[in-house]
DNA sequence: TGTACATCAGTGAACGCGCGTTCACTGATGTAC
DNA sequence: TGTACATCAGTGAACGCGCGTTCACTGATGTAC
């Protein structure tokens, strides 16, 4: 009884914590993280604004509480996608795989998409560091792809993270029907980093 | 003297107007865009709040304006670099080009690449329309390029733009001489997009 | 030529509003003895 | 076992502040006759 009623206290306490984060990206993703204000995050998760000081000390606290755990986690994903694929299916397995995540979370992704450009420099620093982790699991995964190439440059990699969130930003501008068009010409591009061979290997995936 | 005096005013309000727009790229290079306040602009451009109003509607207004005309004219200039290059060269002048631009006028392209994946709708719809052009510029200074080439799908050109603009905002993140750092990587993956052809017609041009 | 009127960039006072933050408090729960 | 104290998420009142916007005005310049 005790420790359950502790429990329930913790959890409680996380509850609150999440409808905040989740909050924020509503309200983010409606008129941009920059202005949304401590008050009108508490309003729409149902606390009273001076609550919102028991879960963080700022709006930019929790937006860093955002990149960390949220965008993290849909980033390590990614990530864990790409390297549990077959060889020569890693750039369509990771295509489809931010597909998905926009399709699921559109909130998240625009946040993520706009804030690796945004005002803020903590949050720019802190989404690079972990878009160069996602770029370092699709250099291995690309790398180890069909025979053992080694000498594919850490550049390409780099650049078709790049290009996956770039579309991810064009994906979140259009209707959902019209997302799938996008996906063929990003594979292509993305495999055209990797260059002639990867693409030749890679082809065996299946293109239009 | 009347025809002086009646042009001195239009280039008065020209010049108020210039300070307008200055002002919105200096403070939201600071804070974002999205942050800055129309009294906080006119303070800056040192005119009375009310002023402002004699200029634009609002801020939305006036950011449009700075795409539509700051914006707009950088990506012109990208635009006629990469027309005019010599042939092989096309990729090395443009990335050239968007260097020098990030050296001279960081706040604005700080407000470019941070708008492309901004909030405001508006902002991005307009940006992906100029970005497009100079991606069709690109294109056609590509297929017209060496030999005439003219299987060059559209996609490559405009992965090509993504991670120009990319490369651009990484630069701005990095002290001044650490920025020559990111030339080489960059053309090397925009020469990937466009082909092996391309890449080796290209490497005329001159590397390390 | 002079006179009357129109235009228009810039201004200062004033408005109501929502913001971030502080404060002292409540009430449920955990801990010490 | 009961009692006293500590912890801590949540609260409502209150604060001072800067915001966007309105209004009526000034003064320089252009236009009509």
Same mark, same amino acid.
């Not at 606390?47 to 879960?55: E, G, L």
């Not at 930019?60 to 949220?70: D, N, V, W």
């Not at 078709?160 to 063929?184: G, I, K, N």
């Given at each position: /009884?005790?420790l359950?009623? $502790?429990?329930?206290?913790?959890? @409680?306490?996380?509850? *609150? ?12 993703a ?5 202005? *949304? ?5 508490a ?6 604004? $001076?609550?919102?000081?028991?879960? +963080?000390?700022? /709006? ?13 986690h849909?980033? &390590? ?17 990771l *295509? @489809?795989? /931010? ?14 998409v ?6 803020f420099? #903590? +949050? &720019?620093?802190?989404? &690079?560091?972990?878009?160069a982790?996602l ?7 690309? $790398?180890?792809?069909?025979? #053992?190439?080694s ?8 650049a ?5 969130? @770039? ?11 019209? &997302?799938?068009?996008?996906r ?5 591009? /993305?495999?055209?980093? +990797? ?14």
């Amino acid at each position: /009884m005790v420790l359950r009623a $502790t429990l329930e206290k913790k959890q @409680d306490k996380e509850r *609150v914590r999440g409808a905040l984060l989740r909050a924020a990206l509503r309200l983010g993703a409606v008129h941009g993280f920059a202005s *949304v204000g401590l008050r009108e995050v508490a309003r729409e998760a149902g606390i009273a604004p $001076t609550s919102f000081y028991r879960h +963080f000390a700022d /709006m930019e606290e929790l937006g860093l509480a955002l990149i960390r755990e949220l965008a993290g986690h849909v980033l &390590r994903v990614l990530g864990e996608r790409a390297v549990a694929a077959p060889p020569g299916e890693v750039v369509s397995v990771l *295509v @489809d795989a /931010m597909l998905a995540a926009v399709a699921q979370d559109p909130e998240l992704m625009r946040f993520m998409v706009a804030e690796r450009a945004g005002a803020f420099e #903590g +949050f &720019r620093a802190l989404l &690079r560091g972990e878009l160069a982790v996602l770029a370092h699991s699709l250099h291995g995964a690309c $790398t180890s792809d069909g025979q #053992g190439r080694s000498s594919l440059p850490a550049a390409a990699a780099e650049a078709a993270v790049s290009l996956l969130f @770039d579309a991810a930003a064009r994906a979140l501008d259009e209707p959902p029907p019209r &997302r799938a068009a996008l996906r063929e010409p990003l594979i292509w591009s /993305m495999k055209q980093l +990797f260059g002639p061979d990867a693409s030749r290997a890679a082809s065996e995936g299946g293109s239009p």
